[in-house]
């Protein structure tokens, strides 16, 4: 596959120096959520998977296949205004902003730590559900993308 994943560290490093360039002041192109709270969300995205209880499960045969592929593969960014789950939407039970250096960073630690696990070490995805490496590398590395660009970074 030669699509862009975490596992690329010229992708990855791209995708941090993008990081770098956000500040609380970004303006959003689209969404609800501020630069600080997409911090937030992403750090909670990943966590969520690396941690040893699974996040709650809102897959389907439809979100586990069709979906999945095309998140993945299809060659267009993601689409906007797609809700978020509960446990990862910084205004419901996701983290709360507290400083952006600070939570920038643990965002950055929780990208490398990420970046380092295979699909067997990671917990199922809330909507694809079991991925391989490649497409846990695949994932992280859209999602990230995908609230940069909300931000123009």
């Known amino acids: 596959m ?16 993008r990081l770098e360039r956000l500040t609380p002041e970004s303006p959003r192109r689209w969404g609800r959520m501020t630069a ?7 750090s909670d995205s990943f966590r969520a998977v ?3 209880t699974p996040p709650k499960s809102v897959s389907t045969l439809l979100s586990r296949t069709v979906v999945k592929w095309i998140a993945l593969r299809a060659p267009m960014p993601w689409p906007h205004g797609v809700q978020t789950l509960p446990e990862v939407d910084q205004e419901i039970g996701g983290t709360k902003p507290v400083e952006f250096a600070v939570d920038r960073s643990t965002l950055a630690a929780a990208v490398d730590e990420f970046s380092r696990r295979t699909g067997h070490d990671l917990q199922p995805h809330p909507i694809f559900g079991r991925l391989s490496t490649w497409e846990w590398q695949r994932w992280g590395y ?7 660009r909300q931000f123009g970074v």
């Not at 600080?36 to 992403?42: G, R």
Request: glycine share 4%.
């Open 2 to 17: 030669t699509e862009k994943g975490l596992t690329d560290s010229s992708a990855r490093a791209a995708v941090m120096a």
């Open 36 to 42: 600080h709270q997409a911090i937030c969300h992403l």
């Open 142 to 148: 859209l999602h990230i993308d995908h609230h940069l």
């Open 50 to 52: 690396m941690a040893p």
